[in-house]
């Protein structure tokens, strides 16, 4: 039976905190994913995804009852914190089956979780951004400009387009290259660096067209 692991990675020390790990997925991705790969640890990145999520869903729903904005802001957290674990579901069936380079389910929810600090910066920053600017007055449309949804006119995009720009989002770009260079790591060579990013950015890109497609019904 298949480990999930590459022989490669095997019996290698590991000896990176958790925040050297967060720290470094900044400053030295590849070094980081290989030591994810070899001791998988998911807890605490995911932590992170579900609080930032509650902090930019909690400032975005300021005006509401303090008991609504709660609400909202654990429904956000978990949704963030379930679609990371779909997301890595999603790929170890992609992996096994498409690509015949298994890689364990745990393994490959603890690449996506890290890969998704990019995207728990922008939260980060974009519930600070939200509370500036509804301090200011201003209604808080797009917070950051890290998409093309951020330099189209809402009154006349349709809402197929709209969806789309919102999903072509450089923070997302950045978190499936991490990803798929995770993934790659993780096969310890039995994928090649295009087929990794094959096997994330084909089931975004599908995911991407289903969201559109209903936003326009």
């Known amino acids: 039976m298949t480990s999930g692991i590459a ?25 980081i994913l290989e030591d994810v790969a070899r001791r998988p640890s998911f807890l605490v990145p995911l932590t992170l995804i579900a609080v930032s999520a509650f902090a930019a869903s909690a400032a975005l729903s ?3 009852g303090a008991l609504q904005q709660i609400l909202v802001a654990a429904q956000a957290a978990s949704q963030s914190a379930l679609g ?20 364990e389910f745990q393994r490959t929810l603890a690449i996506v979780a890290y890969s998704m600090m990019p995207g728990v910066a922008l939260a980060l920053l974009s519930a600070a951004s939200i509370q500036l600017q509804i301090a200011a007055g ?38 499936i290259v991490l990803i798929a260079c995770g993934l790659k790591i993780a096969s310890g060579g039995r994928m090649s660096s295009g087929t990794c990013f094959r096997g994330v950015f084909v089931p975004w890109v599908i995911y ?6 209903l936003a326009a019904q």
């Not at 990675?9 to 070094?31: K, N």
């Open 7 to 31: 022989p490669s990675l095997e019996f290698r020390p590991c000896s990176m905190s958790e925040s050297a790990r967060l720290l470094g997925v900044w400053t030295h991705p590849a070094r």
């Open 62 to 64: 300021g005006s509401s």
């Open 84 to 103: 990371c674990v779909i997301v890595a579901a999603v790929l170890t069936v992609a992996m096994a089956r498409v690509y015949v380079a298994p890689i």
């Open 138 to 175: 201003l209604s808080p449309v797009h917070p950051i400009a890290t998409n093309l949804a951020a330099f189209l006119h809402p009154a006349s995009t349709s809402r197929f387009a709209d969806s789309l720009a919102r999903s072509l989002d450089a923070i997302t770009l950045w978190e």
């Open 208 to 213: 991407v067209i289903g969201k559109a497609a």
